[in-house]
């Protein structure tokens, strides 16, 4: 070998690299569960290919190949990888029982060090800004869906309903209540309101929801009458929906408030507004 | 058999059945060379740390098409660098690289005299230098190839071109690198 490169190899050697983060702790990996196959879940909505089945891997063909914005493929990313980097538990080291059970909630999360700024939201309804889906009444919404719709009693009748199309919404549908003031929570300047509940339902391996959290927002793991929860809090997270297909929908992407999101019996329930832990959980329990 | 750490196809393997920890284990033995290589391209150990992370991650979804076998170490540098080089054309932005010596001795040197100490830390800035100051073609085929010791199936992988490019790339990158050394002065 040649003294250049000799010298090179010493100088590599030399080096004073950035200190390599611990990537295995920091990566969550979900179970890879190949070949389980449950029941598809009846629905008004048609089933789609794939509803019911637990897919080898977490969503085959989300990746689409290089094309796409910067932000488009870092949320695709972060929507089919189910993947949730958890240094912001307070252990930083999740256990094992922890993974299957952020399965539950449909919610793909990830961890980054530095958040994506979402663009403003575009003036106009809420519904249209937020991309809750049309405008419809409970009592519409619930000859839509095959479920139960729950309405927290200590919030009472919601002021505003939406109902996501089955094209934009997990397959068998998401509907979001809204709450625009309540006494003694704020309006969330991420919303307008004070408080939204989105509820939705789907195939037992599909996200409806993802979430980019920063080194400012914590994450903790709660329980509401019997249900597995996440409390989301801090500093604002980045938040959007996922299609039918679970495909990160890019004009839902937004800064999210605190955030409690539930396992009701097999209905994701997503509680955001200025809320406190204590208030979050009590609307919760509230459900009914 | 006890004590032996596992090959890579063996752990390969296992995390395809679906062993979280074997896929665990693969990322713990190659994060620090994935790590590096996405910083030689992002010149960011921010972005770099995502880029490793994502790419860890989408590997780990796509273990299934991993061809049974084969070595995975250039398999993971190459969803990493693409991961960091979509980053860079995303951003739009590349922050310079500037590698610097790490300060002090490494443990297990032999102390060297003041003099001597002084004159190979004066070649080594002056090499180092040299590197930082070319072009970005040749300082990552050469950061690579020497700084990472990859193989040449490894750059191939970590640059996204064919190892028979490598070799020819390498090559000219050295005699650019060879020239300006000769041409500037010392000191």
Known sequence: MAELEQQLIALGAELDWPATPDLAARTYLPARRSHQVTSPQAGKYPAKPGDGEIQAGIAHGRWGGASGTYLERRWALAAVAVVIALAALVAYQPSRDAIANWLNVHTSIQRVLHLATPSPQPPGPLGERLGLGGRTTLTAARKQVTWHIGIPSSLGQPDEVYLQPPADAPAQGEVTLVYATRPGIAVAGQTGVSVLITEARGAVNQNFFGKMLGPGTTLEEVSVAGHQGYWIAGAPNVFFFTDANGNFRNETMRLATNTLILDDGGTVVRIEGNLTKAQALQIAASLG | ?187
């Open chain 2, 1 to 187: 058999m006890e004590g032996r750490p596992e090959d890579d196809s063996e752990l390969v393997a296992r995390a395809r059945r679906g062993d979280v920890a074997a896929y665990e284990e693969i990322v713990r033995r190659y994060q620090q060379v994935a790590f590096r290589t996405a910083y030689m391209i992002t010149g960011s150990a921010a972005e770099a740390e995502d880029a490793a992370q994502d790419g860890f991650m989408k590997a780990y979804r796509a273990l299934d098409g991993f061809r049974s076998g084969a070595p995975p170490r250039p398999w993971l540098l190459r969803i990493v660098a693409n991961e960091a080089r979509n980053r860079v054309r995303s951003t739009q932005r590349r922050l310079g690289l500037e590698l610097r010596l790490a300060e002090g001795f490494r443990p297990g040197d032999a102390a060297p005299s003041p003099e001597a100490a002084s004159v190979a830390a004066e070649d080594r800035n002056r090499l180092l230098r040299f590197v930082n100051a070319l072009d970005e073609e040749d300082r990552l085929v050469i950061t690579s190839r020497y700084f990472l010791e990859l193989s040449g199936a490894e750059t191939a992988a970590a640059l996204g071109i064919p190892e028979g490019t490598v070799k020819s790339r390498l090559s000219r990158s050295l005699a650019r690198l060879r020239a300006k050394l000769e041409e500037a002065p010392r000191g």
